[in-house]
């Protein structure tokens, strides 16, 4: 992948939100997700060129580890493919703040 400086040289670019997540230890053990926040950037993977904010993506990274849940740029599909991929931990989603799981679109007790 290349990445370029402006969007308007991915012209055929999609949009893709990577999350970034913030794993760390929970109280009583075990781990949580604590932080959740969605970055945006074009790719077009026929060409190999992409674009995105690399400030925009390292202030969001930290938001995430500060413990910040901000997934507004997820459309329904994605956040609900999150919530998944997310699930096939369940002790770790249990264990994860009632913040995150009403982002992913749960209850307060992790279920769908």
């Known amino acids: 992948m290349r990445w370029v ?3 308007s040289e991915v012209p055929n670019g999609r949009h893709v939100h ?3 997540v ?3 230890p ?3 053990g075990g781990f949580q997700y604590y932080g959740l926040v969605a970055a945006d950037m074009i790719i077009d993977e026929e060409a190999g060129v992409g674009f995105k904010r690399l400030g925009d993506h390292v202030m969001r990274l930290e938001k995430c580890m500060k413990g ?3 997934l507004s740029l997820l459309d329904e599909r994605e956040r609900q493919a999150l919530a998944r991929a997310l699930a096939t931990h369940p002790e770790v ?3 994860s703040p009632d913040e995150v799981k009403r982002a992913l679109g749960l209850d307060g007790q992790g279920n769908g």
């Open 5 to 7: 400086k402006d969007p």
């Open 26 to 28: 929970a109280r009583g």
């Open 68 to 70: 910040a849940v901000d």
């Open 22 to 24: 913030y794993i760390r």
């Open 93 to 95: 989603l249990a264990n």
């Open 18 to 20: 990577p999350v970034w």
